[in-house]
């Protein structure tokens, strides 16, 4: 297990790995596009909780993305137990992705 010190290095890792999981429909990283809403660490059990959300309600991975999420994170060194929450409000809107995203996908 990590030690409390390393708590920022373990936020790295977490978003890395957030970073290797990509939206089915938008060619961008989870991250990257803004579906994260929140990134909780307990840093003395190495628990996470993720708040998330999708692009759409209607997304067809809908029911089985944030358990391919929580699987990734669980899998990042430091991290004992992983929760995904998907969350619908505020909803999704291209304002949340960074100039970088935008730029990737040629909306700027």
């Known amino acids: 297990?990590?030690?409390?010190?390393?708590?920022?290095?373990?936020?790295?890792?977490?978003?890395?790995?957030?970073?290797?999981?990509y939206?089915?429909?938008?060619?961008?990283?989870?991250?990257?596009?803004?579906?994260?809403?929140?990134?909780?660490?307990?840093?003395?059990?190495?628990?996470v909780h993720i708040t998330m959300t999708l692009t759409t309600p209607a997304c067809p991975v809908a029911q089985s993305f944030p358990g391919t999420v929580?699987?990734?994170?669980?899998?990042?060194?430091?991290?004992?137990?992983?929760?995904v929450e998907l969350v619908w409000d505020p909803p999704w809107t291209m304002e949340r992705m960074p100039l970088e995203a935008k730029l990737q996908l040629g909306l700027i």
């Not at 297990?1 to 999981?21: K, P, S, V």
């Not at 429909?25 to 307990?42: Q, T």
């Not at 990042?76 to 929760?83: E, L, N, R, Y």
């Open 1 to 21: 297990m990590e030690h409390a010190g390393d708590a920022a290095g373990l936020r790295e890792r977490l978003i890395a790995a957030l970073r290797a999981i």
């Open 23 to 47: 939206d089915p429909e938008i060619p961008v990283n989870i991250y990257d596009l803004g579906l994260i809403y929140g990134l909780e660490i307990d840093e003395k059990t190495g628990k």
């Open 70 to 83: 929580e699987q990734a994170v669980r899998e990042v060194p430091g991290v004992t137990d992983a929760t």
